[in-house]
């Protein structure tokens, strides 16, 4: 025998309505001041009861006609859903209402922890990349690293300022995407927004693995668990993340802070000790990378090197134009202080740290950083407790840098969702009104690029910084023509500043190209590269999708023709099931037809003649099927259908079963299954499947579910 969606039934409960809202003023609509109808202890009888309330499902607005789902419309109702709630509540916190956004946004201590954090923790690492350059042309080029480092300060006033007249033009948030497809053209919005997701995924990766990489130099002995330690702090920091933007500007506040302490503390104190005690020195670690025996010579092109690598201090100076709405009232002034302190705070921490390692002698170690070595030597015999302090801070932020990312790109990806560039899944917001799906996407791909490059924040760099000034140079570009175009007042300096910006980020990103493309810069172009084209045919896939399902206007009223609605019923064994199909596809049109499909024409009529005695108005028709497939007549009984009446609309309703426990519904509902993909992508087709309930006593009714072919 075939078969059946029938056939998988088993039991006999039945699936009685136990409760009802009566028909309200306005048809469609749920009457919030209704009674419940509730079923009585005796069979067939029923009593009414007024809510309460508290306990509406729906609260009426002051517009007539709409309502506001309350909190006892989206409670869980089953144990699994109570369960699941409150594990959410406990690992992301309790839900937050879209009327509380506003109360979610940041004040500027806050903001600059969560946005400025990728910036302050880059001059943690940006003077190692530099002197890691310049040891190949000899220890005595490390002298060097100070005019490189005074160079990258110039270029971060540059850049601050520029930045400073985007949040002036654009205070709802004006990221190089926003700011380039404005003014510059689609091709180069997706390309800046290329190179800003290549960006964020690579500032999560290089954070966490220089954050992983300070505390390795203070414990030497975690260095050989290093990825598996990078990974775990990626998922902690996502599920803090997940739990809403505010509370982990306060959860990141304080190691922001503390690091901003730390640093201060550790470039006094040193600059103290060097006035009074000029010959002090930092002992070389075991692990130091050696100087060639034949220098290479202190080329221009070993100079731009080591300037591109040490350009990676200016990663996330972008991040506050970007995050302008998170920001409390008035938005844009207070992200441009903010910007001010961060560019501040960065350059001194960054020059300061270079000029006291060029002072005391450090080089670049494999296994120690030169914030480690600094620190080692000026808190030194008994002021060591203070050097843990200061590696202990700088972990933190570099591990926490990452979470200015988790700020700016699921916002990112919901702007280009919206513009129909990325699954509109990206704007999704979850429970804490965080961008769920934009963090989690951000947060595997991080620990994937972790895992791929062994957490190793020297063969990360050069991936890093390209897409970074690729980004500059476009948003930069992007305001000169909004100058040119608007000419609003104060337009001629603002364009100064941003043709001076566009101009030097541009000549940095050719130089970051040029000088890392061999070393794996050549892997973030390719990214780029990727995206953008995966940009182009998702928007290209959505416009045509909405071409095929543009309504010409007066097609509703004049071009629409309606067709008869034929329902179909696949039958295998008359159960409660089955009689609750039929009444529902009883209930939908009149032109209902049962269909048993067999391979026992004898059992088949017997069936039939059953039917016909319970069921008096829904004929059925038997086919025989003698190679006992069951799909392919019921496609070929439509398929007949549909050259008696082409066009015509065809519904085949199945039943659904419903188990106590997950694991049974592998037992039900296989041939449903297999009829229902079957028939998904047929045209003019509509699948409805009927939930019957098959644990616990008093099920509670389901609305069924249709699927359009």
């Known amino acids: 025998m075939a078969d059946h969606p029938g056939s998988d039934a088993g039991g006999d409960n039945g699936g009685d309505i136990h409760e009802r809202v009566r028909v309200p003023r306005r048809q469609g609509l749920p009457d919030v001041e209704a009674t419940e109808i509730i079923k009585g202890a005796k069979p067939g009888s029923r009593f009414a009861r007024r809510v309460r309330e508290g306990d509406r499902r729906f609260a009426r607005s002051e517009d007539d006609g709409t309502f506001r789902a309350t909190d006892r419309a989206t409670a869980p109702r089953t144990p699994t859903q109570r369960f699941w709630m409150n594990v959410r509540k406990v690992a992301f916190g309790a839900p937050i209402s879209s009327e509380d956004a506003d109360e979610q946004r940041l004040p500027k201590t806050k903001a600059l922890a969560v946005f400025s954090s990728d910036a302050l923790s880059s001059a943690a690492y940006a003077t190692d990349e530099i002197l890691l350059v310049l040891v190949a042309a000899g220890t005595g080029a490390l002298t060097h690293s100070i005019a490189i480092a005074l160079a990258i300060g110039l270029l971060l006033a540059i850049v601050t300022f520029s930045y400073r007249q985007t949040i002036k033009a654009y205070p709802s948030g004006g990221g190089a995407y926003i700011v380039a497809r404005e003014n510059l053209g689609d091709v180069a919005g997706l390309t800046a927004a290329a190179a800003l997701s290549v960006d964020y995924i690579l500032t999560v990766s290089v954070s966490i693995a220089a954050g992983v990489f300070a505390i390795t130099s203070a414990i030497p002995s975690l260095h050989p668990a290093s990825v598996e330690i990078s990974v775990a702090l990626v998922a902690a920091i996502t599920l803090l993340n997940l739990r809403g933007l505010r509370e982990s500007g306060t959860i990141f506040a304080v190691p922001t802070y503390m690091f901003i302490v730390a640093f201060s503390l550790l470039i006094v104190v040193g600059f103290l000790r060097l006035v009074f005690d000029p010959g002090l020195t ?240 050549w892997i973030s172009m390719i990214a780029m590269l990727v995206l953008a084209v995966a940009f182009f045919s998702i928007y290209r896939h959505y416009t045509g999708v909405e071409r095929k399902l543009h309504v010409p206007k007066g097609e509703l009223l004049e ?127 509509v699948i409805a499947e009927v939930p019957y309930q098959l644990g616990g006593d008093e099920p509670e009714p389901r609305e069924p579910r249709r699927r359009a072919g």
């Open 559 to 685: 071009g629409a023709t309606r067709r008869k609605q034929v329902v179909l019923v696949p039958v295998d064994e008359l159960n409660r099931a089955m009689l609750q199909v039929v009444d529902y596809a009883r209930s939908i049109s009149p032109n209902v037809t049962a269909l048993h499909i067999t391979d026992d024409i004898e059992r088949g009529q017997e069936l039939r003649l059953q039917w016909e005695a319970a069921v008096l108005d829904v004929p059925m028709v038997l086919i025989d099927s003698p190679y006992r497939s069951f799909v392919a007549p019921v496609q070929s009984y439509i398929d007949a259908l549909d050259r008696t009446d082409p066009g015509q609309y065809v519904t085949v309703v199945l039943p659904e079963f419903r188990t106590a426990w997950p694991w049974q519904r592998f037992l039900h509902n296989q041939s449903a299954r297999r009829l229902r993909n079957a028939l998904l992508d047929r045209p003019n087709t």
């Open 282 to 521: 930092a002992p070389i670690p075991e692990s130091v990378v050696q100087a060639p025996t034949i220098p290479k010579g202190l080329t221009i092109f070993l100079v731009l090197r080591a300037f591109a690598s040490g350009c990676a201090a200016l990663t996330g100076v972008e991040a506050i134009s970007n995050g302008i709405p998170a920001f409390k009232k008035p938005e844009s002034k207070n992200a441009s202080i903010t910007l001010m302190w961060m560019a501040v705070i960065l350059g001194v921490f960054f020059i300061g740290l270079t000029v006291l390692a060029n002072q005391l002698g450090v080089q670049h170690a494999d296994k120690v950083s030169v914030p480690a070595q600094v620190a080692k030597t000026v808190f030194s015999g008994y002021f060591r407790p203070i050097f843990y302090a200061v590696q202990t801070a700088t972990a933190l932020i570099l591990i926490l840098a990452a979470n200015t990312s988790y700020a700016d790109f699921p916002r990112l990806g919901s702007i280009l969702a919206k513009d129909r560039f990325l699954p509109h899944q990206f704007t999704f917001r979850g429970d804490r009104l965080a961008f769920s799906n934009g963090i989690i996407v951000l947060g595997v791909a991080a620990a994937a690029l972790l895992v791929v490059f062994n957490a190793d924040v020297d063969r990360l760099i050069p991936l890093y910084a390209f897409g970074v000034f690729v980004s500059f140079t476009l948003s930069q570009s992007g305001m000169v023509v909004h100058w040119l175009r608007l000419r609003e007042r104060g337009w001629r300096w603002s364009l100064l500043v941003n043709a001076t910006g566009a101009v030097a980020t541009a000549i940095v990103a050719l130089i970051v190209g040029g000088t890392k493309f061999s070393e794996g810069a």
